[in-house]
């Protein structure tokens, strides 16, 4: 992983346009990239979505997001905005927000359906409330004193607000680890998690409904699916659909779409669930309303196999935005 720090001088760049559109044919902005840690799994994503698209009968613009991105879109004036953004900024409400404000229609969740998902302690707190099962989680503070640590180990360490598995560490009970010297990376509050053992399913949300499962199974020593295995070939393989029995596929899925709806998202998200066999029980992680398009994604795998592609997605997601 190259580590991209945020750099808030950063303009937007509009390239040049593509599709096979005319002036009387939609305006789409597509705006990815950003100015956020998650700004590299962004350019992926739009990499794989402008290609699949090219063709379309739709006007494209696409705009890497900068600190000017309002000056650029009242400039632009498109009929509606494709979010492909990734992480703070864009997945967080915030870029929700300056649309709301310039009146334009996007793709993916709202304000508040994203400043909720992207918050893992508070998005927690009303899935709980649903009746979905969770790990145990503690939160700590940077200046807090973690000399003694608040949950046994095995856990898992994760920062509030992020996503694509940065600042994530899974710590377990043989390690020589010093909660007292962890680096708050990403903000002063970070999460200690209970760790679940199990299979790691993925499901695909689309309009309120799952559409189908994935495992991700680590080919590779890796403690768990971290940012490495997400955006690089060969340290992970994905079974589609999970290799599951029916009534917990059934389960798990209905699972997903009570998250996807007890927030109010819409259009695509992902979510993320550990099922463990020993107890028969399922753990929800989190919902990614963002969910990743690059060629080593799980959402791309799962729509294919259900017959979706990603030009599909794409008018979907612009028909569904445009109502």
Do not use: W
Request: aromatic letters at 8%.
């Amino acid at each position: 992983m190259s580590e991209f720090i945020e750099d808030r001088q950063r303009l937007c760049r509009v390239l040049n346009p593509i599709g096979v559109g005319n002036k009387n044919t939609p305006h789409i902005i597509v705006l990815f990239g950003g100015i956020s840690a998650e700004r590299e799994p962004s350019l992926l994503s739009a990499k794989n979505l402008l290609t699949s698209i090219k063709n379309h009968n739709y006007r494209i613009t696409p705009v890497d997001m900068g600190i000017d991105v309002a000056e650029v879109l009242r400039k632009l004036n498109p009929d509606l905005v494709f979010n492909m953004l990734h992480g703070t900024y864009g997945e967080d409400g915030c870029v929700q927000g300056v649309l709301e404000i310039l009146g334009i229609p996007y793709t993916h969740s709202g304000l508040l359906s994203s400043a909720i998902a992207l918050d893992k302690i508070y998005s927690q707190q009303l899935f709980i409330q649903a009746g979905i099962r969770c790990p145990k989680r503690v939160i700590i503070t940077k200046g807090q004193d973690l000399s003694i640590e608040p949950m046994e180990k095995p856990y898992v360490i994760k920062p509030v607000n992020q996503g694509s598995s940065l600042g994530v560490e899974v710590i377990f009970a043989e390690d020589d680890f010093d909660l007292n010297q962890y680096h708050f990376k990403y903000g002063d509050k970070a999460i200690i998690e209970e760790y679940i053992s199990g299979k790691e399913i993925q499901v695909a949300v689309l309009d309120g409904k799952a559409v189908g499962t994935l495992e991700v199974v680590l080919l590779k020593e890796k403690r768990f699916n971290d940012y490495e295995c997400k955006y690089s070939d060969g340290f992970c393989k994905h079974i589609c659909p999970a290799e599951l029995r029916d009534d917990v596929t059934k389960k798990i899925m209905k699972v997903a779409e009570t998250a996807h709806n007890i927030i109010n998202c819409r259009g695509i998200t992902r979510a993320e669930l550990i099922y463990n066999e020993e107890s028969d029980k399922i753990y929800f992680l989190e919902i990614n309303t963002h969910p990743g398009l690059t060629s080593s994604s799980f959402i791309p795998d799962i729509l294919r196999y259900n017959d979706i592609s990603m030009g599909d997605l794409f008018n979907i997601l612009v028909k569904e935005a445009m109502k």
